[in-house]
C-alpha cells in the first residue's frame, strides 16, 4: 500500500558519468511523469508514460536524457555524460490515467542529483 | 511571462493568522492543483478543482475560471503548516490532462 518510491534519495556523480534513477509508481497507476525541479523553481516536466510507451517526451531536455518503463510499471531515467548543470530534485509522479477527467498525481520523495 | 504565476513568492505569518496565497495563468486549463511541499519531502496533493470552491479542515482553494485566478487559504494557521505551496495547471488539450505546468511556490514561514 506504499506511495510513489523513488531510488536512491540521494545521488552525487561526478561530471561525465551515467546515473540512473529508479521510480516505483503506485500498482495499477497507468500513468507516470518525470519532472525536474532545479532549486528555487517550480518543476519542470521531463516526460509521460502512459502504460510502457512514452506518450511525451517532449521535455527531455537533450539526448543525454532517456527514460523507460519496459513492463508499465517501474520507470527508470536515464542521464549519459552528466553535466553540473543536471543537479536538481528528479520528482516521478503517478495517476490512475492520464485523463480526462484528470486525476490527483502521487508524487514520490524525489531523487537529488548533485553532479560534481 | 510564465503560464503559471504565484503570489507572494514568500510569506510569514504569525500563528493564528489567516494566509491568502494567490495563483494566476494565463492558459486554457482542465483543471487547477493546489500542491505542499516540505522541505527535503516530496509533493503532497491538497486540491484539484476545475470550478468553485473546495474545502479541507483549514484549507480552503477558489478557482475562477474567467478571471483565470485561484486562491489558496488557511484558516488558522500553525508552525507545521510552514512549507512551500505550489499552484500548478492541467493545460486543456495536451493529449493527457495530468501533466502539469508549474508555479514557481510560495514559501510559508508560520512563526509563534
Known amino acids: 500500500g506504499a506511495g510513489v518510491s523513488q531510488t536512491p534519495s540521494n545521488k552525487v556523480t561526478e561530471k561525465g558519468k551515467y546515473v540512473e534513477l529508479r521510480c516505483d509508481p503506485i500498482?495499477?497507476?497507468?500513468?507516470l511523469y518525470w519532472y525536474r525541479q532545479s532549486l528555487g523553481q517550480g518543476p519542470e516536466f521531463l516526460i509521460y508514460?502512459?502504460?510502457?510507451?512514452?506518450?511525451?517526451d517532449s521535455g527531455l531536455p537533450n539526448d543525454r536524457f532517456f527514460a523507460v518503463r519496459p513492463e508499465g510499471s517501474v520507470s527508470t531515467l536515464k542521464i549519459q555524460r552528466t553535466e553540473r548543470g543536471d543537479s536538481a530534485v528528479y520528482l516521478c509522479a503517478s495517476s490512475p490515467r492520464p485523463g480526462p477527467p484528470v486525476s490527483p498525481l502521487h508524487f514520490g520523495n524525489g531523487t537529488r542529483l548533485t553532479v560534481t | 511571462k510564465n503560464e503559471v504565476e504565484q503570489s507572494p513568492q514568500n510569506l510569514t505569518a504569525q500563528e493564528g493568522e489567516f494566509i491568502t496565497i494567490n495563483c494566476s495563468y494565463s492558459?486554457?486549463?482542465?483543471?487547477l492543483h493546489w500542491l505542499q511541499q516540505h522541505p527535503g519531502g516530496g509533493i503532497v496533493s491538497l486540491f484539484m478543482?476545475?470550478?468553485g470552491k473546495k474545502k479541507h479542515g483549514r484549507l480552503i482553494a477558489t478557482i475562477n475560471i474567467q478571471e483565470k485566478h485561484s486562491s489558496l487559504h488557511i484558516t488558522a494557521s500553525h508552525p507545521r503548516d510552514s512549507a512551500v505551496y505550489i499552484c500548478?495547471?492541467?493545460?486543456?488539450?495536451?493529449?493527457?490532462?495530468?501533466?502539469?505546468?508549474f508555479g514557481t511556490g510560495t514559501r510559508l514561514q508560520v512563526t509563534l
Open positions: 500498482s495499477g497507476h497507468t500513468a
Open positions: 500548478a495547471v492541467s493545460l486543456r488539450g495536451t493529449g493527457t490532462a495530468s501533466k502539469l505546468t
Open positions: 478543482l476545475s470550478s
Open positions: 508514460f502512459q502504460g510502457t510507451g512514452a506518450a511525451d
Open positions: 492558459v486554457g486549463i482542465s483543471a
